[in-house]
């Protein structure tokens, strides 16, 4: 297996491995619009595509960027992205004390 540490970007433009991080759904939506990555979104796309791509966004990402640049920081940089939303979605759930104004 080949790893590497540097920051290639082959076909994936920067802005999209950049915002991708922060803003899956909505780099996807504009890349598609861009036709900016048309070795990955086509532009007529089937319904089981826009399927995965609204429910496991990341997933979706760290696939192309393994396709694109193997593993690499890019890639790790994901990874750690989506197990920071994933595991860190919903630990406790705190509720607010409701308080009542007597007058």
Do not use: K
Not at 69 to 81: E, N, P
């Amino acid at each position: 297996m080949n790893y590497s540490l540097t920051f290639p970007v082959h076909s994936i433009p920067l802005w999209f491995l950049l915002l991708s991080l922060f803003l899956p759904r909505l780099c996807m939506v504009v890349a598609w619009l861009q036709h900016s990555m048309i070795h990955y979104i086509p532009p007529t796309v089937g319904i089981i595509p826009v399927i995965v791509a609204m429910l496991i966004p990341r997933i979706l990402i760290l696939f192309w960027i393994y396709a694109d640049q193997g593993i690499t920081i890019w890639f790790l940089l994901h990874l750690i992205a989506l197990l920071c939303a994933w595991g860190g979605g919903s630990h406790r759930v705190y509720r607010r004390r409701r308080v009542e104004v007597i007058e």
